[in-house]
């Protein structure tokens, strides 16, 4: 099987199963009542509208809604994350590599096409989570009285950056489902370095000198650095110097191929038991 006809085959997998579209519904549900309840508290406290009780920073000015459109990418990443992971250790699970191996028999090939499988599902996420923001985010910002700024070319510069961040957490997925083939061990795993480590290590950085200087290149430092801005700079959870956006996407992109070859030389080639 072609790489063309393979990538269909992933395609059709995907698809035809409830999990792609209840992640979606999550994602959107999720991200779009944060972007709008964050964009309620962050616009009433620039407007006076809570009397200066909020524990939000002030005099964010033009920044807000490169900040609320931002939580597309610094909250949501997690979700094309697994989605990523899934695409490769459901097969694991399931039993179905089997029959992939024998449909595509070099294993290059397959694994490729599970990478643009993930890229087709990586701008599917990107463009709901993206979307949620604008709407819930922007619709809440203007109901304040605040420019949502959807007619400056920088906004869609920045949008189209976040939509390229999440597609490249996708194929970061697959290559860590590539390397870990437990499903229950590599989400289990992912939860806990998204949500806790590395949170943590990024407002730590802040408090110990010169650490701020690693943690910039970790993934989700430097997926917001690739987004433009991100909620963690103003909470103190930002490098003090972020790399620049094409250098966050090189490094972001950097993790995807590394994991990949890791679990091409380590797992893929191996046998299917």
């Known amino acids: 099987m072609n790489l063309l006809n393979a990538t269909r085959s992933e395609l ?11 992640l979606l ?9 944060t972007a709008g309840g964050m964009a309620a508290v962050i616009a009433a406290g620039e407007t006076g509208s809570l009397g200066g009780a909020t524990t939000m920073p ?6 807000i ?5 931002g939580l597309a990418t610094a909250m949501g990443y997690v979700f094309p994350l697994i989605v990523g992971t899934l695409l490769v250790t459901g097969e694991y699970r399931h039993k179905t590599l089997t029959p992939t191996f024998l449909a595509t028999p070099r294993r290059g090939v397959a694994l490729s096409a599970k990478m643009l499988a993930g890229i087709v599902m990586g701008l599917v996420f990107a463009v709901a989570a ?12 203007a ?29 970061v997925g697959i290559g860590l489902g590539t390397l870990i083939r437990n499903q229950i061990a590599a989400v289990v795993g992912i939860l806990a370095f998204t949500q806790f480590v590395e949170p943590i290590a990024r407002l730590g950085a802040g408090l110990v000198e010169g650490l701020g200087d690693v943690a910039r290149f970790l993934p989700g430092a430097a997926s917001d650095a690739l987004a433009g801005d991100s909620i963690y700079a103003i909470m103190g959870g930002g490098a003090d110097q972020p790399l ?27 046998d299917v038991v």
């Open 130 to 141: 993206v979307g949620s923001t604008v709407v819930a985010g922007g619709g809440v910002l």
């Open 25 to 33: 519904i999550v994602l959107v549900l999720y991200i779009g009542s």
């Open 143 to 171: 109901l304040f009285g605040i420019d949502p700024q959807l007619d400056s070319a920088e906004t869609w510069a920045l949008l189209g950056r976040m939509v390229l961040a999440l597609v490249l957490w996708v194929l």
């Open 65 to 69: 809604p490169r900040l609320i459109y």
């Open 244 to 270: 620049e956006w094409w250098a966050g996407g090189l490094v972001l992109a950097g993790y995807a191929l590394l994991f990949a070859l890791l679990g091409y030389a380590a797992s893929w080639r191996r």
């Open 58 to 63: 002030t005099g964010l000015g033009e920044r």
């Open 12 to 22: 059709t997998k995907q698809f035809s199963t409830s999990v792609w579209w209840i």
